[in-house]
């Protein structure tokens, strides 16, 4: 156990020191994917906690994501919040919205639940179209550089900036890194796995499985908002093409094909993919055509994504 | 317009309505309830109908009429064999688990609305009603077609009523809903039924796009709001219970074509999500749907 | 005072009355069997003590607390523990892990029970891949790592050999010495061996009650059950 210790922080210590070196030898445009690759495998990473570990399929993180990324631009464009204070508003109101949704939404379990928490989504993404005067709907909010530009401790940021957003994204991506190792390898962690696995087990081991379901549902909410307000302040836009249906499936997508119930898997899986649609989208206007494809070939072929198959085949200690 | 024609085109945009939820969730509603799988690509399906629908009736523009019963025959063959490879070339292999089917679906469902954005483009394509007969009140006139819609979903659940109480392949199906391991042991070929009732679904949904589609338009982003409105309406009837699913697409349909009449459609969309989501929260098996064993 | 008590315990599933008005009581270390043929609504009676089904009407107590109430797994936290009929373990964790879980929600010692039970040597194999009968031992060592008061041991030796079941009246006479255990089973000789008392369920109400050498002397128990048996 200790000598996985070690491992584990190695391995993902190195992943984040490629990452940072990235930046050096990267062109401007692989360094902006990048950016937003990191910034949305938090968001991956935060539904995998959630899918991969807790066993729980939602089909409406969207709306949590939509809670950060509106309340970011909301909050800046029509509030007058500064950035960090409204970082910080958006990652309370995303835990608030995910302790509210999931005390409701775990009433209801398995193709139940996946349906309230779609419907959920879809009344959020409604929402926001109907308020149209205050998102702007499909069109969508634009965060103007100067609110973007703000003192810090006494330093002045520019999330204009390439490079600061570059890394300030890695670092958020550790710190959701360091969050779901933390509670992936800690006792809770193994609660939570133990209900992936059983829960009727889980039940009468005298675990009460319904409040760390909520836990999972709020700590991957929270992750998910927190990703949403990074986006729209990284890349100064908010759009209900975000909160739609869409942007419920692409992170289940991501974490599928990068391993459900790894933590590096969202990150492998959102870059991969990326990078998939990235090319396909050279030959086609209709590229979430790949997604449907990648999709139905993962759950044929490749059901425990990329780094599930690393983990069985070569490295059992892989979290 | 005094209270009571208000109301008479209330009920009549109601009745509509409720035929509409009816006839697009009826397939749902069956391939729930005999295989216990949710079908996401429900909708794409539903579209695909309608595009087969326009695509047939633009061959002979002159007689909508001769389109409209090609597109009858067409369109249910041409879904049903979409849905005839998706069940052998993915459910079958998945094993039909659920939670697999569901983002197998989920793919499928992208996957048929972006071919069907490369071929038939972006831009929506309206098809004419096989007649054009006006039903003319005092106050106003309405679609005769819109009423013959009415109709003939009503015939249609009665056909698929009759064949699931009272033919032996309902009963076979029956069995299969009640348990597949018993129906296994009865020699019923679980297989074959599964892909007949995925087919019939798909079949259904697809007539029902030819007859829905002269009063809509065929898009390829039209199958979201079919596929969403038929949960609903599965749900509120109980998963899996076809009674019930019908009942509830009455109910839904008359209250919003009532409600539609006074308030903007996306805020009743608002009501109705958030209304099946507590449902679904408060009593998970529906109201028609019996607990899960 | 009784350990567990049950009184006037009621459930029906739609016309049929699974569990009739059922009062039952378990005494602090006794080794107690419920016997009854199929259908005597045995799995209902525990699956209503263990919390897994609420019942219409009667009330339960454990060590004189009312528990009707609570869910399942808070009666686990006082102290009862359930293994499963059908064999209920992690299948795709290690077999250190699957006990683990349980000693850490009832803070007792995992390598322990797995010592106890004999597995110790293949704590570090995927439970799903042990042999059916090491699967039976595994849900016993789950049981004990709860540090149980009572440990309801529903059906244990269904499907394991004569061998087996010779280590497992050996190994719940161990047990017995330090908790009390409500065994549930169908396998006579098992019953009439390790029971200290023993209820004979019949139609969902309790036919008889008494020792061993008593049950096997009641001529009613006789003609409903052991004649059948």
């Given at each position: 156990?200790?000598?996985?210790?070690?491992r584990i922080a190695l391995l993902h210590g190195a992943v984040l020191?490629?990452?940072?070196?990235?930046?050096?030898?990267?062109?401007?445009?692989?360094?902006?994917?990048?950016?937003?690759?990191?910034?949305?495998?938090?968001?991956?990473?935060?539904?995998?906690?959630?899918?991969?570990?807790?066993?729980?399929?939602?089909?409406?993180?969207?709306?949590?994501?939509?809670?950060?990324?509106?309340?970011?631009?909301?909050?800046?464009?029509?509030?007058?919040?500064?950035?960090?204070?409204?970082?910080?508003?958006?990652?309370?109101?995303?835990?608030?919205?995910?302790?509210?949704?999931?005390?409701?939404?775990?009433?209801?379990?398995?193709?139940?639940?996946?349906?309230?928490?779609?419907?959920?989504?879809?009344?959020?993404?409604?929402?926001?179209?109907?308020?149209?005067?205050?998102?702007?709907?499909?069109?969508?909010?634009?965060?103007?550089?100067?609110?973007?530009?703000?003192?810090?401790?006494?330093?002045?940021?520019?999330?204009?900036?390439?490079?600061?957003?570059?890394?300030?994204?890695?670092?958020?991506?550790?710190?959701?890194?360091?969050?779901?190792?933390?509670?992936?390898?800690?006792?809770?962690?193994?609660?939570?796995?133990?209900?992936?696995?059983?829960?009727?087990?889980?039940?009468?081991?005298?675990?009460?499985?319904?409040?760390?379901?909520?836990?999972?549902?709020?700590?991957?909410?929270?992750?998910?908002?927190?990703?949403?307000?990074?986006?729209?302040?990284?890349?100064?836009?908010?759009?209900?093409?975000?909160?739609?249906?869409?942007?419920?499936i692409h992170p289940l997508l991501w974490t599928l094909l990068g391993?459900?119930?790894?933590?590096?898997?969202?990150?492998?899986?959102?870059?991969?993919?990326?990078?998939?649609?990235?090319?396909?989208?050279?030959?086609?206007?209709?590229?979430?055509?790949?997604?449907?494809?990648?999709?139905?070939?993962?759950?044929?072929?490749?059901?425990?994504?990329?780094?599930?198959?690393?983990?069985?085949?070569?490295?059992?200690?892989?979290? | 317009?005094?209270?009571?024609?208000?109301?008479?085109?209330?009920?009549?945009?109601?009745?509509?309505?409720?035929?509409?939820?009816?006839?697009?969730?009826?397939?749902?509603?069956?391939?729930?309830?005999?295989?216990?799988?949710?079908?996401?690509?429900?909708?794409?399906?539903?579209?695909?109908?309608?595009?087969?629908?326009?695509?047939?009736?633009?061959?002979?523009?002159?007689?909508?009429?001769?389109?409209?019963?090609?597109?009858?025959?067409?369109?249910?063959?041409?879904?049903?064999?979409?849905?005839?490879?998706?069940?052998?070339?993915?459910?079958?292999?998945?094993?039909?688990?659920?939670?697999?089917?569901?983002?197998?679906?989920?793919?499928?469902?992208?996957?048929?609305?972006?071919?069907?954005?490369?071929?038939?483009?972006?831009?929506?394509?309206?098809?004419?009603?096989?007649?054009?007969?006006?039903?003319?009140?005092?106050?106003?006139?309405?679609?005769?077609?819109?009423?013959?819609?009415?109709?003939?979903?009503?015939?249609?659940?009665?056909?698929?009523?009759?064949?699931?109480?009272?033919?032996?392949?309902?009963?076979?199906?029956?069995?299969?809903?009640?348990?597949?391991?018993?129906?296994?042991?009865?020699?019923?070929?679980?297989?074959?039924?599964?892909?007949?009732?995925?087919?019939?679904?798909?079949?259904?949904?697809?007539?029902?796009?030819?007859?829905?589609?002269?009063?809509?338009?065929?898009?390829?982003?039209?199958?979201?709001?079919?596929?969403?409105?038929?949960?609903?309406?599965?749900?509120?009837?109980?998963?899996?219970?076809?009674?019930?699913?019908?009942?509830?697409?009455?109910?839904?349909?008359?209250?919003?074509?009532?409600?539609?009449?006074?308030?903007?459609?996306?805020?009743?969309?608002?009501?109705?999500?958030?209304?099946?989501?507590?449902?679904?929260?408060?009593?998970?098996?529906?109201?028609?749907?019996?607990?899960?064993? | 005072?009784?350990?567990l008590e049950t009184r006037g315990l009621t459930r029906s599933f739609?016309?049929?009355?699974?569990?009739?008005?059922?009062?039952?009581?378990?005494?602090?270390?006794?080794?107690?069997?419920?016997?009854?043929?199929?259908?005597?609504?045995?799995?209902?009676?525990?699956?209503?003590?263990?919390?897994?089904?609420?019942?219409?009407?009667?009330?339960?107590?454990?060590?004189?607390?009312?528990?009707?109430?609570?869910?399942?797994?808070?009666?686990?936290?006082?102290?009862?523990?359930?293994?499963?009929?059908?064999?209920?373990?992690?299948?795709?964790?290690?077999?250190?892990?699957?006990?683990?879980?349980?000693?850490?929600?009832?803070?007792?010692?995992?390598?322990?029970?797995?010592?106890?039970?004999?597995?110790?040597?293949?704590?570090?194999?995927?439970?799903?891949?042990?042999?059916?009968?090491?699967?039976?031992?595994?849900?016993?060592?789950?049981?004990?790592?709860?540090?149980?008061?009572?440990?309801?041991?529903?059906?244990?030796?269904?499907?394991?050999?004569?061998?087996?079941?010779?280590?497992?009246?050996?190994?719940?006479?161990?047990?017995?010495?330090?908790?009390?255990?409500?065994?549930?089973?169908?396998?006579?000789?098992?019953?009439?061996?390790?029971?200290?008392?023993?209820?004979?369920?019949?139609?969902?109400?309790?036919?008889?009650?008494?020792?061993?050498?008593?049950?096997?002397?009641?001529?009613?128990?006789?003609?409903?059950?052991?004649?059948?048996?």
């Open positions: 156990m200790k000598g996985d210790g070690a020191a490629l990452l940072f070196l990235a930046q050096f030898v990267a062109g401007d445009y692989v360094q902006l994917s990048l950016t937003r690759i990191m910034v949305l495998a938090i968001y991956a990473m935060g539904y995998n906690l959630l899918y991969g570990y807790t066993g729980l399929l939602s089909l409406g993180h969207a709306m949590f994501f939509a809670t950060g990324l509106y309340v970011a631009a909301i909050g800046t464009t029509r509030i007058g919040l500064g950035v960090p204070e409204v970082f910080l508003l958006a990652i309370a109101i995303g835990a608030l919205v995910s302790l509210a949704i999931g005390g409701l939404a775990l009433r209801a379990s398995g193709v139940a639940f996946m349906i309230v928490t779609l419907m959920f989504s879809q009344a959020a993404f409604l929402t926001i179209l109907y308020f149209g005067e205050y998102t702007r709907g499909d069109e969508g909010i634009v965060i103007a550089d100067s609110i973007r530009r703000f003192g810090f401790l006494g330093m002045t940021v520019d999330l204009a900036s390439a490079t600061l957003r570059y890394n300030l994204a890695l670092a958020l991506l550790a710190i959701a890194m360091g969050v779901c190792l933390a509670i992936v390898r800690s006792p809770l962690g193994h609660v939570l796995i133990a209900i992936r696995e059983n829960e009727s087990r889980a039940t009468m081991l005298g675990y009460d499985v319904t409040r760390y379901k909520l836990f999972a549902v709020v700590v991957s909410g929270t992750l998910s908002a927190t990703a949403g307000a990074a986006y729209a302040l990284m890349f100064a836009y908010a759009g209900s093409t975000l909160a739609s249906i869409q942007y419920s391993g459900a119930a790894t933590v590096l898997g969202p990150l492998a899986g959102t870059a991969v993919m990326y990078a998939v649609v990235d090319i396909a989208s050279g030959f086609t206007t209709a590229n979430l055509l790949a997604v449907g494809v990648v999709l139905i070939l993962l759950v044929l072929f490749f059901r425990k994504g990329l780094l599930g198959t690393v983990r069985q085949r070569w490295l059992p200690w892989l979290p | 317009m005094s209270f009571f024609p208000h109301l008479l085109l209330a009920v009549l945009e109601g009745a509509v309505a409720a035929a509409t939820l009816a006839l697009t969730a009826l397939g749902l509603s069956l391939v729930f309830g005999v295989m216990r799988v949710v079908n996401v690509a429900h909708g794409e399906f539903y579209m695909l109908g309608a595009m087969v629908a326009w695509w047939l009736s633009q061959l002979v523009p002159a007689h909508p009429l001769l389109g409209f019963l090609l597109a009858l025959i067409g369109a249910p063959l041409a879904v049903g064999a979409v849905a005839f490879a998706t069940e052998r070339l993915v459910l079958r292999r998945i094993g039909y688990d659920p939670e697999a089917t569901i983002v197998a679906t989920i793919g499928l469902m992208f996957l048929i609305q972006q071919l069907a954005l490369s071929v038939f483009g972006a831009d929506a394509k309206p098809v004419n009603a096989p007649f054009t007969y006006r039903i003319v009140f005092p106050w106003f006139g309405y679609s005769g077609y819109k009423l013959f819609v009415v109709a003939a979903s009503a015939v249609l659940l009665l056909c698929v009523w009759w064949v699931m109480s009272r033919t032996r392949f309902g009963l076979i199906m029956r069995v299969t809903q009640f348990d597949r391991e018993t129906a296994t042991a009865f020699g019923i070929p679980v297989g074959r039924v599964y892909s007949a009732v995925f087919v019939a679904g798909a079949a259904i949904v697809a007539i029902a796009a030819v007859l829905l589609v002269p009063i809509q338009q065929a898009h390829y982003l039209m199958g979201l709001d079919p596929l969403l409105m038929s949960f609903i309406v599965v749900i509120i009837g109980g998963l899996g219970s076809l009674k019930g699913s019908v009942i509830a697409a009455l109910a839904i349909g008359l209250l919003g074509g009532i409600v539609s009449v006074f308030f903007s459609p996306t805020f009743a969309a608002i009501i109705a999500t958030l209304l099946v989501a507590f449902i679904l929260v408060i009593r998970p098996q529906g109201f028609f749907g019996a607990p899960a064993r | 005072m009784s350990l739609g016309g049929l009355t699974a569990v009739d008005k059922v009062d039952f009581a378990v005494e602090p270390g006794e080794i107690r069997a419920v016997i009854g043929p199929n259908g005597a609504g045995k799995t209902t009676f525990v699956n209503l003590i263990s919390g897994r089904i609420a019942p219409q009407t009667g009330r339960i107590l454990f060590a004189g607390e009312d528990i009707t109430a609570l869910p399942a797994f808070r009666r686990v936290r006082k102290g009862i523990a359930y293994t499963f009929q059908i064999t209920s373990i992690f299948g795709n964790l290690p077999v250190h892990e699957n006990v683990a879980l349980a000693a850490r929600a009832g803070k007792g010692n995992a390598t322990e029970c797995l010592t106890r039970v004999g597995l110790e040597t293949r704590s570090g194999q995927v439970a799903g891949t042990l042999a059916y009968g090491h699967q039976r031992l595994l849900e016993v060592a789950m049981g004990l790592a709860l540090k149980p008061r009572l440990l309801i041991l529903d059906e244990p030796t269904q499907g394991l050999s004569d061998g087996e079941i010779a280590g497992f009246v050996k190994l719940v006479r161990a047990i017995a010495s330090e908790t009390t255990v409500l065994l549930i089973e169908h396998n006579m000789p098992v019953v009439m061996e390790l029971a200290e008392r023993i209820t004979v369920m019949h139609r969902g109400s309790v036919l008889a009650e008494g020792t061993p050498a008593a049950i096997r002397a009641d001529p009613q128990v006789q003609s409903v059950y052991l004649g059948t048996a």
